[in-house]
């Protein structure tokens, strides 16, 4: 079973706009990760944040965890056509020896 | 630096046949994973090696589905014999080392089992 789980499945948004997307998980971790995908890709890494991080900003990027409420939620600010992918958050669970299991992903549509 | 290579890129076979995949992991990673991804699902993760040695082995099909890691580098991931759900790309990425956090992906090979 999947350990992550997005929300919203589909997010549809103007350039220049901002994208939110969440990620609600089930058991204690030693860090969430995003990536995105590109149609026909392989994945590529965003950004990590630890259990003991509450926010963390990378470029457009900011991501937050609520360890509280196992989750967590990706914005993109100021968003653009290139950012059309869809976006996935993954847990490190404290006891999986570096297993990294992804949630079912968020596709992000940027329209001009 | 290279990244994670993947071949084939792309694979019809018919069912009951077998397909093998191969990957390249990023030059000294110790940690290689594959994982299958189902179209409009996230990646499920088949079989963790910690250098040659398979960490996590728990959710790949063993009566069907085999991986190994010669000598701690290059893997190969072989069904055998194929069926119609198997239908996916198969994503190989690799590690510096297991849990120290970002994944580096190769392209992915696509099957398609008629």
């Known amino acids: 079973s999947q350990q992550g789980e997005e929300d919203p499945q589909a997010l549809s948004i103007q350039e220049g706009e901002n994208a939110t997307m969440n990620c609600s998980y089930k058991?204690?971790?030693?860090?969430l990760q995003w990536y995105r995908q590109n149609s026909g890709r392989g994945l590529v890494h965003l950004i990590l944040?630890?259990?003991?991080?509450r926010e963390k900003h990378s470029g457009r990027l900011r991501v937050t965890l609520d360890t509280s409420k196992k989750s967590s939620s990706l914005l993109i600010t100021a968003s653009r056509a290139a950012d059309t992918a869809s976006y996935f958050c993954?847990?490190?669970?404290?006891?999986?020896?570096?297993?990294?299991?992804f949630g079912a992903g968020t596709q992000v549509v940027v329209t001009p | 630096e290279a990244g994670v290579a993947q071949s084939p890129r792309y694979k019809i076979i018919e069912k009951r046949q077998s397909v093998a995949f191969w990957c390249n992991p990023i030059?000294?990673?110790?940690?290689l994973y594959w994982y299958q991804q189902i179209l409009g699902q996230g990646p499920k993760l088949l079989i963790q090696?910690?250098?040659?040695?398979?960490?996590?082995d728990s959710q790949l099909p063993k009566d069907r589905f085999s991986a190994e890691r010669l000598k701690g580098v290059d893997s190969t991931l072989k069904i055998q014999p194929a069926k119609l759900e198997d239908s996916a790309v198969y994503l190989c990425?690799?590690?510096?080392?297991?849990?120290?956090?970002?994944?580096?992906f190769g392209e992915g090979s696509r099957l398609t089992v008629l």
């Open positions: 993954a847990t490190a669970k404290t006891d999986s020896w570096g297993k990294l299991q």
């Open positions: 058991t204690s971790i030693n860090n």
């Open positions: 944040i630890r259990s003991n991080e």
């Open positions: 030059s000294g990673h110790a940690t």
């Open positions: 090696f910690q250098n040659n040695g398979v960490v996590d």
């Open positions: 990425a690799s590690a510096v080392d297991r849990g120290t956090g970002e994944l580096f």
